[in-house]
């Protein structure tokens, strides 16, 4: 059978429309082989089939492809290339030995959709499966889809793939045939003699029992066989997909193989699939990438399903799975959750504060901070929505961005009417070692003891112009009296570590101060102070220091004695 003559622009398009029917027959035979006949994603893959067949058909009476080893041809054109391997269609077609293939007009519907079932049945080499296509196709008779064959290529090229080594060849079975009856033994066979061969021991009883697999194991058998065929499909709808890009692309095909994906990916979430999620998105990625500049609908297309993959309704079912995740489970959907878009945070950060698994919390907000990293935008707006009574759970995350947005937030929250919250915001804010104690300042009359700790830590951490400009204010302002002690003492003591010169005449008056019988009295203020311009590290500090460690006022010399001694043996240390 030959094919007719094609030239010329028409012949371009010739090839093209050849090139659509593989892509369409791919596809038809896999979702023939992923599921039913009634389903619509099946359906649809055949109805494009059919269509393309049409519109060859329609110009030309019969179309011809001659098949080779891993590749089909029309014409001259290379069609479709493939592997020599298992499942391959056009291996399976040489492996069976047809050379070519031929679909001629006025073809029934029927055919084409028993034709799609054959292939799907015995693409691959099965124990169950008995025939093959030739067989098949023979049986079935299909008045307007032909073939030859050549039976030669199996015992030729088909040879090298499927014999066994020499070694196999004697273990598996180049044995003589077991006596039956009275007939010769295997020594008898072999020309011994029984009376004088010395007879091998009896081979030990196999107890069947003891080699029966458990239910675990052939759950585990059926887990890993269903999980390689997965593999197997996914990577073939992926090349499809591939191939439809390589040239024009076919809209109709295109539909079924993105509806699949979606399906497949929702699917894969639901079950904690992610080894199969990881294949599919890197495969997307990667087709992504390889079509940036001849292929901007699809690269659309793609866009998106990633889009779609990251919405709250496709990522919900994570939740369910999540208690009952794996150490590898949860390193596996770390790979593919950072694989989608920063939207994917809407549906994540609801997620940490709803997960009882400190492992699951740890990956999603190492997996939120990622995705922010260019734009916070969707993390500050799931913060909006989050109950306030779990928010203190994620605010942490702000302090592991860097962005002005996220500051920002952190600021506001600061002060925000939850106490947790407000402290965890403190402690982001000295994580990212945002420097705003102007802005934070009014928090050290927080009513919490452990905010108004954190403040004295946070003016105390470095020189600072305006954290002095800030305690000072506050302290000039107060009536400081020593029964007030407890609350401004650690106040004083940080003025000392972020202030300079400017502090010394206010830390001196306290040094110095009070009455005549308080000042021969111990004084917690008193004693603040002179730490405080201890810790200033100037000439003039010292010299109040050491005027106040010489006073006739037995509290104000025991505090400044106090402290300078104490620097004396911090000294003497090695």
């Not at 107890?207 to 675990?216: I, P, Q, V, W």
């Not at 794996?326 to 939207?343: F, G, M, N, W």
């Not at 009359?445 to 954190?454: A, F, K, P, T």
Request: glycine content about 6%; some cysteine; charged content about 30%.
């Amino acid at each position: 059978m030959v094919s007719p003559e094609i030239d010329g622009k028409s012949g371009k398009d010739a090839v093209e429309i050849a090139r659509h029917v593989i892509s369409s027959l791919l596809l038809a035979v896999k979702m023939s082989s992923l599921y039913p006949e009634d389903h619509p994603l099946y359906k649809t893959a055949l109805t494009s089939l059919q269509d393309h067949l049409d519109a060859f058909l329609e110009e030309y009476d019969e179309l011809e492809f001659r098949v080779e080893k891993s590749q089909l041809f029309f014409e001259d054109e290379v069609v479709y290339k493939g592997e020599a391997k298992d499942g391959d269609l056009a291996f399976a077609l040489f492996r069976d030995g047809i050379t070519a293939l031929v679909f001629q007009s006025e073809w029934e519907p029927w055919e084409v959709r028993l034709f799609v079932g054959i292939f799907s049945k015995y693409k691959s080499i099965s124990e169950e499966a008995e025939g093959d296509i030739v067989t098949a196709m023979w049986e079935a008779e299909l008045p307007h889809i032909q073939y030859e064959s050549a039976e030669h290529i199996l015992e030729a090229d088909l040879e090298t793939e499927f014999s066994l080594s020499e070694s196999e060849d004697r273990t598996l079975g180049r044995l003589p045939p077991m006596r039956e009856g009275n007939g010769p033994s295997l020594l008898d066979t072999a020309g011994g003699d029984p009376d004088t061969v010395d007879r091998p021991s009896p081979l030990p009883t196999i107890d069947m029992a003891s080699t029966a697999l458990t239910h675990e194991e052939i759950g585990a058998l059926v887990e890993m066989t269903r999980r390689e065929e997965e593999r197997d499909a996914i990577r073939e709808i992926l090349n499809i997909l591939s191939d439809l890009l390589i040239g024009k692309q076919d809209e109709r095909v295109c539909d079924v193989v993105f509806q699949f994906l979606e399906e497949e990916l929702h699917s894969c979430f639901a079950r904690k699939d992610f080894e199969v999620t990881l294949r599919i998105l890197k495969g997307l990625r990667r087709i992504y990438n390889l079509y940036e500049e001849t292929q901007p609908l699809s690269r659309a297309r793609i866009k998106e399903l990633f889009s779609t993959a990251s919405s709250p309704d496709f990522l919900s079912p994570l939740s369910d799975v999540f208690p009952t995740m794996s150490a590898t489970d949860i390193e596996q959907a770390k790979k593919v959750l950072l694989l989608l878009p920063s939207k994917a945070v809407y549906a994540l950060t609801p997620m940490i504060t709803k997960s009882e698994s400190t492992p699951v919390r740890k990956m999603l907000s190492d997996v939120v901070v990622a995705l922010s990293a260019g734009n916070t935008d969707p993390f500050v707006e799931a913060l909006n929505k989050t109950d306030e009574d779990l928010l203190h759970l994620v605010v942490p995350i702000l302090g592991r961005l860097e962005d002005d947005r996220s500051s920002e937030v952190l600021i506001e929250l600061a002060t925000h009417k939850s106490e947790r919250v407000r402290i965890e915001a403190l402690r982001a804010i000295m994580a990212r070692d945002l420097w705003v104690p102007e802005k934070i300042g009014p928090l050290r009359d927080d009513e919490s003891e452990l905010i108004r700790e954190l403040i004295v830590e946070y003016f105390g951490s470095r020189r600072s112009e305006s954290a002095e400009a800030v305690l000072l204010s506050f302290l000039q302002k107060q009536r400081i009296r020593d029964k007030e002690s407890g609350h401004l003492s650690p106040y004083i003591r940080a003025l000392g570590r972020c202030g300079s010169a400017k502090s010394a005449p206010f830390l001196k008056n306290i040094l110095f101060k009070g009455g005549l019988i308080s000042r021969f009295r111990g004084s917690a203020l008193r004693e603040a102070a002179a730490y405080a311009l201890l810790d200033l590290e100037n000439k003039e500090s010292e010299s109040i220091l050491e005027h106040a460690s010489q006073s006739r006022f037995a509290g104000v010399r025991s505090s400044a004695q106090a402290v300078l001694e104490g620097r004396g043996s911090q000294g003497d240390k090695p």
